[in-house]
């Protein structure tokens, strides 16, 4: 058994030892300790350098830096002196210089993705990225990459005009495509939902499987080829005689060997009865 260390008195990190508590459910010695900022708990030796001031401290502490830069950060986020034209509304405005819109809310949210577009490529497992609605109309040049007729900006969110500009996906959501910027184009609304979830010409569904029969239809399948086919028959039938008995058996005794225990075995697999697969 081991002896007990004494450790009354002792400091370790921010922390005085006082007294000895016990041990917890580990067989682990338990000591009642003072931090330096006043606060008294009961932890094990050596786990813990204070009652987690140090750590408050550190993340409060502020970054070394010259008081000029400071006071530069502090005038870029609080005095507005630098123009700017907003990228949504395209109003000139006077902000401060990493300001990019006039009004935080209403054009930063109609700038950016805020749809349910990134949800729905995520649920197929596809692709995803932030994407910037008027990055893509400045792109795209404000054209309808459908029909190539002018979408108008000033429409933009119009839930009635059929000429409003809008997010169309090339390969769409449902089918699996992609929410990136190579996977979206610039689309009237009319255009949009005529189109619909069609795929292009020539592309194939890139999330579909070509083969829709489940595992056991497979596996039947290949089992049932494999028996119509007569070389292989004879191999397997061979090779299931000798790893049974280690002797050389009739032709006839192999087959009807073999058969028995497929019949027996599998005949759900197969989809047939015992009979069938005798005859």
Known sequence: MSKRIDRTGTTYGRLTFQRYVGRNKFKQSLWEAVCACGT?????PGSAKSC?????EAIRAPKPCSEEHRRKISEAKRIRNTKHVCPVC??????TKNQRFCSVRPCQKRYFDTGNHRRKARASGAKVEAVAFWKMYERDGGICQICFEAAPRELRGSQTNILAPEMEHVVPLARGGDHTYANVRLAHRGCNNEKSDTMPEGVVEPRTNPDPRTRVEKIRDATLAQWRDHDKRATLVAAFS????????????KDMCSLTRKA???????????????R
């Open 40 to 44: 008294v708990f009961t932890l094990q």
């Open 52 to 56: 987690g001031c140090l750590l408050q």
């Open 90 to 95: 395209e109003v000139e405005f006077i902000g």
């Open 242 to 253: 000798r790893g049974q008995t280690g002797r050389k058996h009739s032709q006839e005794s």
């Open 264 to 278: 027996a075995r599998s005949p759900r697999l197969l989809g047939v009865g015992r009979k069938a697969v005798l």
